[in-house]
């Protein structure tokens, strides 16, 4: 049974960081396509960073770049997202996603979801 157990998340003052934290079972991370998305309020889930299954360079949005890194330890079967320099644009709703093969960063192209963690960036 595929399974995506999410830890992290939090309030953080601007400028903060955060780690988020994506543990798989069921299957193996080395060999899907995985991914962390969010939705704010009254917002459209958008993709923040993927690795794809062409496992080349990470894609991140262009809101993003430079201040979050996603990164997968294969041992653990556990993939991570820190974020840096935080902002209070980035408050959302952040889930991991994994797909058997999927290209890009959509959303709808993930087909495994993990429960989902409120990030709030606020003084």
């Known amino acids: 049974q595929v399974q995506l157990v999410q830890s992290g998340g939090g309030l953080v003052q601007p400028g903060g960081s955060l780690r988020l934290s994506c543990t798989a079972s069921?299957?193996?991370?080395?060999?899907?396509?995985i991914g962390w998305f969010r939705q704010a309020p009254g917002k459209e889930r958008e993709g923040v960073s993927c690795?794809?299954?062409?496992?080349?360079?990470?894609y991140y949005a262009d809101s993003v770049k430079g201040r979050f890194t996603i990164s997968r330890d294969n041992a653990w079967n556990t993939v991570y997202l820190q974020m840096n320099s935080l902002k209070p644009e980035d408050t959302a709703v952040y889930s991991c996603?994994?797909?058997?093969?999927?290209?890009?960063?959509?959303?709808?192209?993930?087909?495994?979801w993990g429960q989902g963690t409120q990030v709030t960036v606020a003084s």
């Open positions: 996603a994994t797909a058997s093969r999927a290209y890009g960063c959509g959303p709808r192209s993930y087909d495994y």
């Open positions: 069921g299957f193996s991370l080395a060999t899907h396509a």
């Open positions: 690795i794809d299954s062409d496992h080349g360079s990470p």
